[in-house]
């Protein structure tokens, strides 16, 4: 096993992905079609498939490979679409596929498996908010350390605290961005894959890349929730590294969004 793999080796990506790809389309299809339908299609009965969705039994890896070549015509980024830009929160962020579609987050795990999940590496590296959220699900489930930014923020008596909630006096040199590790961890020269969930300018996702850098780190890819086509094209283009996007989102969200919020 590399030395930059963690905890896991190939073998349990391999069977990670298997595992995350059933209940990504499961739970996908549970969304366009029918429990009954979905019970024909998948040859059980509704008792067997509703311990499936809740998880009181696991079929084996072989059968999970059957269930998944069934599903194969499931569209299930369509689904995941639909949870970031049409729920209840005008911002497609992680927040809406958290609040209303938790059990899609197998969906973003997959995609990242299968995009850079074989690729060693020692630290996932994000941003906090819904980038955090997301390189937390996937940190988790392949038992990954993770590094993260703290954005404007000023350190006093041991808490983090936003720079619009201090007074002017203290706005300065003392307001800048933290970055976070695990307890004895060290950045330089180690290898890291970027994740965050939504890039609208690519500004976050270059930002971690350039701070990566200073470190003498290796970014062997990055992995997003959504971005806009045009972002993506940037990011490669300045960041030359391997990038995947689970969705790209049409420009017209990008021309609506800001219609959905009060100031205060």
Same mark, same amino acid.
């Given at each position: #096993?590399? !030395?930059?793999?963690?905890?896991?080796?190939?073998?349990? *990506?391999?069977?990670?992905?298997?595992?995350?790809?059933? %209940?990504?389309?499961?739970?996908?299809?549970?969304?366009? #079609?029918?429990?009954?339908?979905?019970?024909?299609?998948?040859? *059980?009965?509704?008792? +067997?498939?509703?311990?499936?969705?809740?998880?009181?039994?696991?079929?084996?890896? @072989?059968? #999970?490979?059957?269930?998944?070549?069934?599903?194969?015509?499931?569209?299930?980024?369509? *689904?995941?679409?639909?949870?970031?830009?049409?729920?209840? %929160?005008?911002?497609?962020?992680?927040?809406?596929?958290?609040?209303?579609?938790?059990?899609?987050?197998?969906?973003?795990?997959?995609?990242?498996?299968?995009?850079?999940?074989?690729?060693?590496? =020692?630290?996932?590296? +994000?941003?906090?908010?819904?980038?955090?959220?997301?390189?937390?699900?996937?940190?988790?489930?392949?038992?990954?350390?993770?590094?993260?930014?703290?954005?404007?923020?000023?350190?006093?008596?041991?808490?983090?605290?936003?720079?619009?909630?201090? @007074?002017?006096?203290?706005?300065?040199?003392?307001?800048?961005? %933290?970055? +976070?590790? @695990?307890?004895?961890?060290?950045?330089?020269?180690? !290898?890291?894959?970027? *994740?965050? =969930?939504?890039?609208?300018?690519?500004?976050?996702? #270059?930002?971690?890349? =350039?701070?990566?850098?200073?470190?003498?780190?290796?970014? @062997?890819?990055?992995?997003?929730?959504? +971005?806009?086509?045009?972002?993506?094209?940037?990011?490669?283009?300045?960041?030359?590294?391997?990038?995947?996007?689970?969705?790209?989102?049409?420009?017209?969200?990008?021309?609506?969004?800001?219609?959905?919020?009060?100031?205060?």
């Amino acid at each position: #096993m590399s !030395r930059a793999r963690g905890l896991i080796g190939l073998k349990q *990506v391999e069977d990670l992905a298997v595992e995350a790809e059933f %209940y990504c389309r499961v739970n996908a299809s549970r969304k366009t #079609m029918r429990l009954r339908e979905l019970a024909d299609t998948l040859q *059980v009965d509704l008792t +067997t498939l509703s311990k499936y969705i809740n998880m009181h039994i696991k079929p084996s890896k @072989p059968r #999970m490979r059957e269930i998944n070549e069934k599903l194969k015509g499931v569209d299930y980024k369509s *689904v995941v679409e639909d949870c970031l830009v049409k729920q209840p %929160y005008p911002f497609p962020e992680m927040n809406n596929l958290t609040f209303k579609c938790p059990e899609l987050l197998d969906c973003v795990v997959y995609e990242f498996l299968e995009s850079l999940g074989r690729q060693p590496f =020692d630290y996932i590296l +994000t941003i906090e908010g819904g980038g955090l959220a997301l390189a937390q699900a996937i940190a988790v489930r392949i038992k990954s350390s993770l590094v993260y930014g703290l954005r404007d923020i000023t350190i006093r008596g041991g808490h983090s605290i936003p720079y619009k909630y201090t @007074p002017v006096y203290a706005w300065g040199p003392r307001i800048k961005r %933290y970055i +976070t590790f @695990p307890l004895g961890g060290e950045l330089r020269g180690k !290898r890291v894959v970027v *994740v965050d =969930d939504i890039a609208w300018t690519g500004a976050t996702v #270059m930002t971690l890349i =350039d701070y990566a850098s200073r470190k003498k780190c290796e970014v @062997p890819g990055v992995f997003l929730l959504a +971005t806009f086509r045009d972002v993506y094209d940037k990011i490669i283009e300045k960041s030359g590294t391997q990038v995947h996007a689970f969705l790209f989102l049409p420009d017209e969200v990008r021309k609506t969004i800001a219609g959905g919020f009060e100031a205060i």
